[in-house]
């Protein structure tokens, strides 16, 4: 199946700086790209949409003012996490689809991001 | 309606039994159904899915079965074996290909 590579895979951070997450997709192109929150033994969350070229489309209760996210080419989105804070180390994964219609959807291997 | 329930939480199985995982959804809009599998410290990957026009599907010792009038699916794994042992969660997906996930199932392959 097609790759999605994020970047870092681990990241610690002091409070109050801001962090960036790289999602590509390494071999198709991809319209559309999804950030996914996910705290220990829990379930994915939505956080965002990521459209290219395009505002990112925001889950309710997600601050967008926080969860900085570009899609500037049809290979990477990237999510920075603003003035980052303990509440916000957490497991966060992208996704991302072949082309613009409905179909399977590709991982990441997921961020994992600890805020001291 | 944007739910999707998944049960049992955790599960344990002898190896070389069947695992079996359940979800019910509401909404009847979603149009794919996948399952997949996460390892801990890893990005989930897709096992199997299914579209609500086909009742069952499988690829090797995974099947889907899908109850579209009942509005539930569930992922039987066959001869389970200890590598299995992971969180398996399902998914619907809904407009603009965004997926909905199940609360996930912890399953341990004892052998």
């Known amino acids: 199946g097609a790759v999605v590579s994020q970047h870092p895979s681990r990241v610690i951070c002091k409070s109050g700086t801001s962090v960036k997450i790289e999602c590509r997709s390494l071999?198709?192109?991809?319209?559309?790209m999804f950030w996914y929150r996910q705290f220990p033994k829990q379930s994915l969350m939505l956080m965002a949409t990521s459209n290219e070229g395009s505002k990112a489309t925001y889950e309710q209760g997600v601050e967008k003012d926080k969860f900085l996210i570009n899609h500037a080419s049809l290979t990477l989105s990237t999510l920075t996490v603003t003035s980052a804070h303990p509440e916000d180390s957490s497991f966060y994964i992208c996704?991302?689809?072949?082309?613009?219609?409905?179909?399977?959807?590709?991982f990441g291997e997921g961020s994992r991001l600890t805020v001291l | 309606q944007q739910q999707v329930k998944q049960s049992p939480q955790s599960l344990i199985v002898q190896k070389g039994g069947i695992s079996i995982i359940n979800c019910a959804y509401e909404n009847t809009a979603f149009d794919y159904f996948p399952w997949y599998q996460q390892f801990p410290g890893k990005g989930p990957a897709l096992l199997i899915a299914?579209?609500?026009?086909?009742s069952e599907k499988k690829e090797g010792r995974f099947t889907i079965s899908f109850n579209k009038s009942a509005k539930q699916f569930s992922l039987h794994i066959m001869d389970s074996q200890p590598g299995d042992s992971a969180t398996y969660f399902c998914?619907?997906?809904?407009?603009?290909?965004?997926?909905?996930f199940g609360q996930g199932t912890r399953l341990t392959i004892n052998p």
């Open positions: 996704s991302a689809g072949q082309g613009a219609g409905p179909g399977e959807l590709f």
């Open positions: 998914a619907a997906r809904g407009g603009a290909q965004k997926l909905v």
């Open positions: 299914i579209r609500p026009d086909v």
């Open positions: 071999d198709f192109q991809a319209t559309t």
